[in-house]
């Protein structure tokens, strides 16, 4: 399975470390893969700091690197700047993602028509679509977008606490929308481990709590389930 994160054009969401958070966890049973295709060089920062080159936008089989701590076994394509042959990039991605059981792909946010034309031959490929999006108007509104047939999983993320009412609120839009495209959703909670995550504290892992946990294992199982 090959899952593209969205947020359109709202940064800010946790989308990155929601990519990371996935990828780690499904990666003690699943042979998994995380495509750093962000600009910024999130989910590369995330896990490995200030990564040397070569990156996935200049040189797409020398970006691959391994993680290795307990449990977890996970292949990352760190990055850095934006991606210069899009065409070239997707092309690989597909090939890696025949010998992976799940392979992530973290989009930047789109912010201009410039950054949706470069990133939609990744965008394209994947079989589903993860739209990362917060409990406000604005991020809801930016990311709740229909992909023709792909299958759509909505995270309704919360990188900060928010209130129970507005999130049980904002948890009844997305549930509506999702009924009328045909997606499906998960509530995320905060979590104060991932938030404190980096290079050298993959281990927070071990300590985030069972609600978190449960969410993101209900994301796996509802990205990879057959229609």
Known sequence: MLVATFSGSKGGTGKTALAVSLSIMASG?????????????????????????????????GSLRS??????????????????????????????????????????????????ERYMPLLELTDAVLIVAEPNPASLEASLYRFGEKRVVVALNQPRPYPKSLVDHYARVVASWCRSAGAEYVVVPYEPAVSRMGPGLLRVFDFTSSEFDAAVAKLIHLLLRKR
């Open 29 to 61: 049973s699943l042979r998994s893969l995380l495509v750093d295709a962000s600009a910024e060089g999130g989910v590369t920062a995330y896990v490995f700091g200030d990564a040397p080159g070569p990156y996935l936008s200049e040189d797409p089989e």
């Open 67 to 116: 993680v290795s701590l307990g449990d977890i076994r996970l292949t990352v394509a760190v990055n850095r700047g934006p991606l210069l042959w899009p065409e070239r990039v997707a092309a690989k991605v597909r090939e890696w993602a025949e010998s992976h059981a799940l392979t992530i792909v973290d989009l930047p946010a789109l912010t201009d028509v410039d950054a949706v």
